[in-house]
């Protein structure tokens, strides 16, 4: 099972304890029986002594603690597994390198993540309590045996069929539950286009109306597939209450006709089964929360071994970080950049180019020319195929990657904004200032590393993840065509007093654009023609002007 196979990897309680606790419960329970059939017992039951009650208190407050124990510390413990395998994952997903993590569905990754992990935070309730019932009824049964072996028989065979019963109707319960969880991840899906896609989705009606009766009709498999699950519960549940049922019967009408058991025997062994007939209808509902628990880890497991086969490229402890350089060289590096399908094949490079501390370089070309390649190749985001990147003459090797992504701040195209910063202490002072400096003063704020708000316009943002670039303060800066969505104001304050001033503070600056009137602000221009980069010289430049 793998909700077995997780806590035998993963588990740091012993087993042991699970079962003295779980023997304690069952002792407990039986000590509970025994007395309450020699009160059945007495002829006057007035005349029981008082202390019969005060050990009848004592086994009901150890039986309350105990159980509360062992559901606390296995829960807890449940919880603790699922904490560090969904840490693990995390760890894992940042390790994945970006084209592996750009072909991926990663929608589908995290909704199963969290869907998962969710659920199980509920079910692990359930665990501790089916192992304590199992306990319970085993000892229940050997209570049985000592008062009539033919009994025990009885009670044994009735047990094993609502297991058998139980058994049987787990495979359509599981194949239901992996419905159900599909239907679940389809419509989370499809329901966060609406969100995602909202402009487009209120420029067109028709779209709309088509996209509203896809969720819809989502929704309603999903429904079904819940009332299939359901359905298949309750009729393994009803089975196994009658079994119950012809058990008791069994044991009072049937048993005592054929064999000739004395009342008072066929009485002790009466309250020692209703005990069991309560624990079983728990085993049964616990059980089937235990098997939804297992389909739910198998799809977490699922979700890591996905995770395990994408590629890698860095390592699991993080080296010495880089915070300077003197010259930066990339030789003949070539990337073969492939589709998701394995079949679109675009070659970027060879292309040799060197940056040192304090230039500026351009990066201008058509759409589908490679730029953004190229710009991922320069991050260390994409490793070359073919090809060296040194550093201070010294060619990158593996891990080396994630030493020089840290010289690095970058602004893409399509980034990203945190509403934290992290990675790094930020001078409030100076983050008040470049606030201010965007024009973003009583837009948002950053306190304690923390923007108020990022409900801001898209140029807006733009500047703001322009802010944090500046605060990391790191010697390499990319900007993937920043100013494509200012106001001509800032586009201008981009190129006259932003690029002047890293360049100033001695910081290497490689940025994509199209502003043609800004191509004589630059040190070096690069046209990106199919991947590769040719210079463009500063007279041609100005012929161009």
Not at 234 to 263: M, N, Q, R
Not at 386 to 414: M, N, W
Request: some cysteine.
């Amino acid at each position: 099972m793998n909700f077995i196979d997780l806590l035998r990897r993963e588990a740091t309680v012993r087993f042991g304890f699970y079962v003295c606790v779980a023997v304690v419960l069952a002792l407990s329970d039986m000590t509970i029986v025994i007395i309450i059939n020699h009160v059945l017992m007495q002829d006057d039951i007035a005349t029981v002594p008082l202390w019969h009650i005060g050990v009848f208190a004592l086994l009901v407050a150890t039986r309350k603690y105990t159980q509360e124990h062992l559901i606390r510390v296995g829960g807890n413990e449940i919880m603790r597994i699922i904490h560090s395998v969904r840490v693990r994952i995390i760890d894992k997903v940042r390790r994945v390198d970006v084209k592996s993590m750009e072909l991926t569905d990663q929608s589908s990754l995290l909704i199963g993540t969290i869907a998962n992990v969710s659920s199980i935070g509920y079910l692990s309730f359930y665990v501790p309590l089916l192992f304590k019932c199992i306990i319970q009824i085993l000892f229940l049964l050997i209570y049985i045996y000592f008062i009539s072996a033919t009994q025990f028989v009885v009670a044994a065979v009735a047990v094993m069929l609502i297991v058998l019963s139980f058994w049987e109707g787990t495979t359509k319960i599981q194949a239901s539950m992996k419905e159900m969880q599909a239907s679940d991840e389809a419509f989370l899906s499809t329901a966060s286009e609406m969100m995602e896609g909202f402009k487009e989705v209120k420029m067109n009606r028709w779209r709309s109306d088509a996209l509203v009766g896809d969720i819809t009709e989502v929704s309603a498999a999903n429904l079904r597939a819940n009332s299939r699950l359901r359905e298949d519960v309750l009729k393994d549940y009803g089975w196994s209450e009658l079994l119950l049922a012809c058990f008791i019967g069994a044991l009072v009408f049937v048993e005592p006709k054929l064999i000739g058991t004395s009342t008072q025997t066929v009485m002790q062994v009466a309250v020692a089964a209703l005990f069991i007939a309560g624990l079983t209808r728990d085993a049964i509902t616990t059980g089937t929360e235990v098997i939804i628990l297992n389909s739910v880890c198998g799809g977490l497991m699922g979700i890591e071994h996905a995770i395990d086969q994408l590629r890698s490229d860095e390592p699991a402890e993080t080296p010495p970080l880089w915070s300077a350089f003197k010259t930066l060289e990339f030789r003949q590096i070539t990337y073969d950049n492939i589709d998701a399908l394995a079949k679109a094949r675009f070659t970027v490079g060879p292309f040799d180019l060197t940056i040192k501390p304090g230039e500026i370089v351009f990066l201008t070309g058509s759409n589908g020319s490679g730029k953004s390649s190229v710009l991922r190749l320069i991050a260390g985001l994409y490793p070359p195929h073919r090809g060296d990147v040194l550093v201070d003459g010294h060619a990158l090797k593996g891990d080396q990657f994630v030493q020089y992504r840290s010289l690095i701040s970058c602004i893409f195209a399509e980034h990203y904004l945190f509403h934290k910063l992290y990675g790094f202490e930020v001078d409030p002072v100076r983050a008040k200032r470049l606030i201010g400096e965007m024009g973003l003063t009583g837009k948002t704020e950053l306190v304690d590393g923390t923007f108020s708000t990022l409900a801001l316009s898209s140029g807006q943002r733009t500047r703001i993840a322009m802010v944090a670039a500046l605060l990391e303060d790191r010697p390499i800066y990319l900007f993937d065509e920043w100013a494509a969505d200012q106001d001509p104001g800032f586009r201008h304050r981009f190129y006259r007093e932003i690029l002047p001033q890293l360049k100033a503070a001695g910081k290497a600056v490689i940025a994509i654009t199209h502003d043609s009137e800004y191509f004589r602000d630059c040190d070096r221009l690069y046209d990106v023609q199919r991947g590769r980069l040719v210079e463009i010289t500063r007279m041609a430049v100005g012929a161009s002007l």
